[in-house]
């Protein structure tokens, strides 16, 4: 199975920072990678598709790069309601599916 | 507007069973796969297996299977997940979710989650 690891496990950064976020697959897994936000409490919000399509409403200082092994999800300046888990996901034709093991944002 | 709305939250003892329900609204039901996805209190999220509502096909994630099945009504645009066998470390919130699309497995939208606890 492919293996996602999803660096730093937690982060904290001020308000109007630049956070990077970093998700390495064991293998090549192509643009198949998404991001999504999670607040406490609440389910999972998709962010960025497809390693850096922005998904419709989502603000544009979020964005994603990255193919192959190695990808990057931004956040080009901190505000305070971005505070949350932020997880990649893997995905393909066939199972499985894998998450990242998440980073906690707060604020500094 | 789209929304999946999920059954409340359960308390079960250990070898139990649980049937959760998903009722969708606001887009084609046969349109978009459901998924049923896992997290365990402070961890991550787990992929369990999706249906497919056009035609009932159903693919379960390796760990799950023979303990899990997938079901829907596509007459009320609801999927269920009846997880049999409950253990201690089955203790999560369960989510169901849509796909973006046919051609990527990116989850736009989620159920608020149910919280299903087991324990003696």
């Known amino acids: 199975d492919i293996q996602m690891t999803q660096s730093p496990s937690s982060l904290s950064a001020s308000v109007g920072d630049k956070v990077t976020i970093s998700c390495q697959a064991s293998?090549?897994?192509?643009?198949?990678l998404n991001w999504y936000q999670q607040k406490p409490g609440k389910a999972p919000k998709l962010l960025i598709f497809?390693?850096?399509n922005l998904e419709t409403g989502v603000p544009s200082r979020f964005s994603g790069s990255g193919s192959g092994t190695d990808f990057t999800f931004t956040i080009s300046s901190l505000q305070p309601e971005d505070i949350a888990t932020y997880f990649c996901q893997y995905y393909d034709d066939l199972p499985p599916i894998a998450f990242g093991q998440g980073t906690r944002l707060d604020i500094k | 507007q789209v929304q999946l709305v999920q059954s409340g939250a359960e308390v079960k003892k250990p070898g139990a069973s649980v049937k959760l329900s998903c009722k969708t609204s606001g887009y084609t039901f046969s349109d978009s796969h459901i998924y049923w996805l896992r997290q365990a209190p402070g961890q991550g999220l787990e992929w369990m297996g999706w249906i497919n509502p056009s035609n009932g096909g159903t693919n379960y994630a390796q760990k799950f299977r023979g303990r899990v099945t997938m079901t829907r009504d596509s007459s009320i645009s609801t999927a269920y997940m009846e997880l049999n066998r409950l253990k201690s470390d089955d203790t999560a919130v369960f989510y169901c979710?849509?796909?973006?699309?046919?051609?990527?497995?990116?989850?736009?939208?989620w159920g608020q989650g149910t919280l299903v606890t087991v324990s003696s």
């Open positions: 979710a849509k796909v973006l699309g046919p051609m990527t497995t990116a989850f736009d939208f």
């Open positions: 497809d390693a850096s």
């Open positions: 293998q090549d897994i192509g643009n198949f």
